[in-house]
C-alpha cells in the first residue's frame, strides 16, 4: 500500500495511557474491516523518515509535568501543515505538562473511561467512520454488472459507503444530475473499464469531474482494454483472463477472484488516503489563503479553524469535504456545546462545484433558520470581505 493513514504519538509516550489509547484504537480498526498496514505508526524517533505532509494524520502529545522542547520542531512541522494534535495532560495544569507551541490547541484533562472519546477524535478526523467512508462504482450494465455486484458486497464488508447505480438512484430521479451529485460525495471513483464503457461519452465526463473535485480514480482495465484517457490522480488496474473465474471476461456474468477483488480494495484505501487530505487541505487552503488576502487572522485546531473577533466573539469553520448534511450542522451545534461557549459561532465551509442546484438552495434555507450557516468555496472572498 503507497498511501496510510498516520497515526502520531509524541510526548511521555512510556505513559500507560499511550499503550492504552494505541491498543484500543487498533481494536476499534479492525472491529471495522481496516487492517494494521493501512496505517503509519510514527513516534519521535522515526517523524523524519516517516512523515508524509500529503497524507492524512492524528496527533497525540501526552504531557508531562518534565516535558521537555526537543520535540518543538516536529510540532512546528505539524501545525503548519494543519494536522490535528490532540494535547492530552494528567494533572491539574495544562500548561506545565504541555509544551508552549500547543498551548493553542484544545486539549484533554485525561480520564480512564474517555479513551473511547478520544480515539473517536481521530477517527473523525481522519474520516474513519462508515458515513464518511465514500465510494462510487461506474459502470456498464452491459458486460461488467456482476463484477460490480461483487465489488458493491465487498466494500460494505469493508466499512465503506458504497454508491452503485441500480441500488442507489430511485425511479424518476435526473439520472445524470443525480451521478454526479452523488459523485461529487464520494472518496474514490471506481471505473469499470470495458470495451462497451469505454465507448460511452459519460466516461470522459466523470474523469473531469472527478479531477475537479480532486476525487481519486481507480480505473479496472478489462484484459482486452487499453485506456486513452489519461488522467493524473487516476490509478489502473491492469486485470488478465487469469484474474477472472473460468478465465472469461467476456461474458455479462463474468466474475473476478478473491484474490483480485483484495488488491482492488486495498488499492481503493489507498487512493482514498491520498486524495482525502488533498481534498481537505485545498478547500481550507482556499479559505486561508483568502482570509490572509484580507488581513485575517485564523488558527489551525484538529477539526477546524479559528478565527477570534475583537468583541471576543470567537468563528469556528469547519470543512465539510463532499455535500453538506443537515446532520453535519447538528454535529456542528453539538460540537458547540461540548466547548461550552455560547459566544462561537459556527460555520460550515464547502465547495459547491457538480452539487445539485437543489440542494444549494436547501443548504441556503438552512441558513436562515439554523445557528450554523454554510458558506460555498466560490463565495470565500464576498463573505470574508462582509463579514
Given amino acids: 500500500m503507497t498511501y496510510k493513514y498516520q497515526l502520531i504519538f509524541l510526548g511521555d509516550i512510556k505513559n500507560n495511557a499511550c499503550n ?47 516535558h521537555s522542547e526537543k520535540e ?59 458515513e464518511n467512508r465514500k465510494l462510487f462504482i461506474s459502470y456498464r450494465r452491459t458486460d461488467s454488472s456482476t463484477v460490480a455486484n461483487q465489488l458493491f458486497d465487498a466494500f460494505v464488508r469493508n466499512n465503506y459507503d458504497v454508491f452503485l447505480d441500480t441500488y442507489s438512484i430511485n425511479p424518476a430521479k435526473n439520472f445524470q444530475e443525480e451521478l454526479h451529485h452523488r459523485m461529487t460525495d464520494c472518496d474514490v471513483l471506481i471505473q469499470l473499464y470495458t470495451n462497451d464503457f469505454k465507448n460511452s461519452k459519460w466516461c470522459n465526463e466523470e474523469i473531469v469531474s472527478a479531477n475537479q473535485k480532486q476525487i481519486g480514480v481507480v480505473e479496472i482495465i478489462w484484459p482486452d482494454c487499453t485506456p486513452d484517457i489519461h488522467n493524473l490522480l487516476c490509478e489502473p488496474i491492469q486485470l488478465t483472463q487469469q484474474m477472472f473465474m473460468d478465465e472469461d471476461s467476456n461474458s455479462e456474468s463474468c466474475r473476478i477472484t478473491e484474490e483480485c477483488i483484495e488488491n482492488i480494495v486495498h488499492t481503493v484505501e489507498s487512493v482514498r488516503v491520498r486524495n482525502l487530505a488533498a481534498r481537505q487541505d485545498n478547500l481550507v487552503g482556499e479559505f486561508v489563503k483568502e482570509a490572509r488576502k484580507q488581513g485575517r487572522q485564523l488558527i489551525q485546531e484538529y477539526r477546524y479553524l479559528v478565527e477570534t473577533l475583537k468583541d471576543d466573539r470567537i468563528r469556528l469553520f469547519i470543512p465539510a469535504v463532499g455535500i453538506p448534511q443537515s446532520y453535519d450542522c447538528f454535529d456542528s451545534l453539538r460540537f458547540r456545546k461540548l466547548l461550552n461557549n455560547e459566544k462561537i459561532e459556527l460555520f460550515l465551509i464547502y465547495d459547491d462545484l457538480r452539487i445539485r442546484k437543489k440542494w444549494i438552495e436547501h443548504l441556503e434555507w438552512l441558513n436562515e433558520s439554523l445557528e450554523v450557516k454554510t458558506i460555498k468555496k466560490k463565495d470565500f472572498e464576498l463573505w470574508l470581505k462582509n463579514n
Avoid: C, W
Fill in 72 to 130: 518543538n520542531d516536529i510540532l512546528k512541522v505539524l501545525l503548519d501543515n494543519g494536522d490535528a494534535i490532540l494535547p492530552i495532560y494528567f494533572g491539574e495544569n495544562f500548561e506545565a505538562e504541555i509544551p508552549e507551541i500547543i498551548h493553542i490547541m484544545n486539549g484533554r484533562q485525561y480520564i480512564a473511561d474517555h479513551v473511547e472519546k478520544y480515539i473517536n477524535y481521530a477517527f473523525e478526523s481522519m474520516r474513519l467512520l462508515r
Fill in 20 to 66: 492504552t489509547i494505541k491498543a484500543r484504537f487498533f481494536e476499534k480498526i479492525h472491529s471495522i474491516g481496516l487492517k494494521n498496514n493501512m496505517f503509519e505508526v510514527i513516534y519521535d524517533e522515526t517523524f523524519r523518515e516517516k512523515y508524509s505532509n500529503k497524507q492524512p494524520s492524528f496527533v497525540f502529545y501526552f504531557g508531562n509535568i518534565n
